[in-house]
């Protein structure tokens, strides 16, 4: 491929990008259980330099990248010595960047409904504090106290946890479109990273599935 149709398809692509971007933005907004992830940053750092839970400002940085890796690449034909290896470095990170957007839209919807559990979870716990409240005061108030904060630990240890499992799940979806894309030579490494992820992943959700539990026994005993 010439490095015109390069220039071409990589324009295109981000066309679909800005657009895609924006519409799942706008609906993360309006999710109310989109708060509980909106300070975590959707890439790493080495990947992105930008800190934000907005998908358009990672297209606009990927963008600015294409932007240099233009104007450098009509410079090239100007010059009668440019460096090729730059030019080649920023068009591999430009394109990890697009595959990791592109990871990240379609990982959206399961990330948040993580959030979502998590967001219903802290809804529940509050309406059932304020109806204890209501029925124990006066005369139960310190053993409500004691009780809401056993619960509201048992509570911040679930939120903890589904945090925990919505970066595994990005942890796995980014080491699966490495394991798709890499050579043979690391492609045995990166599946016995993907394994041990999930493997990770199944003692997370067990690790839930207890606290589910326990946040069961302790709302029936009061």
């Given amino acids: 491929m010439t490095l015109k149709n390069q220039v071409d398809r990589l324009s295109h692509l981000f066309e679909h990008l800005t657009l895609q971007a924006k519409l799942i933005d706008k609906e993360n907004t309006a ?17 992105f330099q930008t800190d934000s839970d907005m998908f358009s400002d990672y297209v606009d940085e990927a963008k600015s990248r294409l932007d240099v890796f233009i104007r450098l690449s009509n410079k090239r034909y100007s010059k009668a010595k440019m460096n090729d290896e730059r030019l080649q ?11 990791a957007i592109h990871n990240a839209f379609s990982a959206n919807n399961s990330l948040h409904q993580v959030a979502k559990l998590s967001f219903d979870a802290h ?12 029925a ?71 690790a839930i599935s207890a606290i589910e539990r326990k946040i069961e026994f302790s709302e029936k005993s009061q």
Avoid: D
């Avoid at 909106?38 to 750092?45: A, D, I, Q």
């Avoid at 470095?89 to 595959?99: A, F, M, V």
């Fill in 31 to 47: 999710n109310k259980s989109h708060y509980l992830i909106e300070n975590s940053n959707l890439f790493t750092k080495h990947l």
């Fill in 89 to 99: 470095h920023l068009l591999n990170h430009l394109e990890q960047q697009i595959s």
């Fill in 123 to 134: 809804k529940k716990a509050r309406h059932k504090r304020i109806q204890r409240h209501q």
């Fill in 136 to 206: 124990n005061q006066p005369k139960l108030e310190q053993l409500a106290q004691s009780v809401m904060m056993s619960s509201h630990q048992l509570y911040q240890q679930l939120s903890e946890h589904h945090e925990f499992e919505r970066r595994l799940l990005l942890m796995v979806n980014e080491r699966e479109e490495q394991r798709r894309q890499c050579n043979n030579q690391k492609i045995n490494t990166l599946s016995a990273e993907v394994l041990a992820l999930h493997q990770r992943l199944g003692r997370c959700r067990k």
